[in-house]
């Protein structure tokens, strides 16, 4: 998509973010994004980006670096990720991706993980069509009551 800017994440994204978080999720859950967004915009040890078209943030992109999680090398892992609804299928999505695929490989970085809900089939399809397989890691869960 043209006009696109991918641009780094500023605290004052956040309004937007969530707003786009709640076009696509429904709801807000009891994640603190406001938090999360203001950490990670003030934060050097990760890629975080948004894309605007026309001045309006229309996508943002969380991600940080792993160090020595479970024996690996140092990795990247995406928690964040979300397109405007009316912006899906416009190239939004890749066009983040790539910034942030381009930004740990110049850091030496070779694997980057995110965590897909299997019940979300067009999330996970186009996690696929940007390179994402399944790891050598199972998430696991335990729910503390």
């Not at 991918?6 to 605290?11: A, D, G, K, N, S």
């Not at 004052?12 to 978080?21: A, E, G, L, R, S």
């Not at 991706?97 to 067009?122: N, P």
């Amino acid at each position: 998509m043209e006009n696109v800017i991918i641009r780094e994440l500023r605290p004052n994204d956040k309004d937007d973010i969530i707003k786009i978080y709640k076009s696509i999720t429904q709801r807000l859950d009891n994640i603190d994004i406001s938090q999360i967004i203001a950490e990670q915009a003030l934060s050097s040890s990760g890629a975080c980006f948004v894309a605007e078209h026309d001045g309006r943030i229309v996508g943002y992109i969380v991600s940080y670096l792993l160090k020595a999680s479970f024996g690996i090398q140092q990795s990247a892992w995406i928690p964040m990720f979300g397109v405007a609804p009316d912006y899906m299928g416009r190239g939004v999505g890749r066009k983040m991706a790539q910034v942030v695929f381009d930004y740990y490989k110049e850091k030496g970085i070779q694997k980057i993980y995110t965590s897909v809900r299997w019940y979300d089939t067009d999330v996970l399809s186009f996690m696929r069509t940007l390179g994402f397989d399944r790891s050598e890691f199972i998430n696991l869960q335990k729910q503390l009551k």
